[in-house]
Structure formats: structure tokens, C-alpha cells
């Protein structure tokens, strides 16, 4: 069961959604898609001891499954890239 979110945080969530369609527009003008769902993985600092803690975050809403699907379609896609890469 999904708790109900406060008006702080479904502003917080519109504005991710709409900064992820800013983004995809900067680097692709063209794209037409529809924005259906994401996952955000960020690594975030504690200050209060000094560990990277990886953040994770998606749409709200968004089941288990789908933020796993995207997840993983991302870790093949990065590591296909990197098996495409030049060495610098």
C-alpha cells in the first residue's frame, strides 16, 4: 500500500518529471516520447560520517518490477556502450 504523498513531495516529484523532459529535450529536440516512468540512482554524501549511500527513487506509483526492468535495460545498455568505447 502506497502512503499519500504531501503536497511538498508530489511538487518535488512533478518537478524530477519535468526536469527529466527538460533534459531528454536538451540532448534530443526531435524525440516526441512520452515520458511513462523513471528511476533516479544517485550516490548522496552523509555528512555525519562520511559514507556514499546510493540514493534510489522513481515515479510515484511505479511498481517494483518496472523500476527493476529499467534498471537492468540501463545496466545492459551502459556496459554495451562501454564495450564500444575507444580507449582514450
Known amino acids: 500500500m502506497t502512503m499519500p504523498r504531501t503536497p511538498e513531495q508530489a511538487a518535488a516529484d512533478d ?3 519535468d526536469a ?3 533534459t531528454i529535450h536538451a ?3 526531435d524525440n516526441t516520447g512520452l515520458l511513462v516512468d523513471y528511476v533516479v540512482v544517485a550516490g ?4 555525519d560520517d562520511s559514507h556514499v549511500v ?3 527513487d522513481s515515479g510515484p506509483g511505479s511498481p517494483t518490477w518496472t523500476q527493476l526492468g529499467l ?6 545498455q551502459l556496459r554495451d556502450g562501454f ?4 580507449p582514450d
Open 15 to 17: 518537478a524530477l518529471a
Open 20 to 22: 527529466i523532459r527538460a
Open 27 to 29: 540532448y534530443d529536440p
Open 44 to 47: 548522496q554524501l552523509n555528512a
Open 54 to 56: 546510493t540514493v534510489v
Open 71 to 76: 534498471l537492468e535495460v540501463a545496466g545492459v
Open 83 to 86: 564495450s564500444h568505447d575507444s
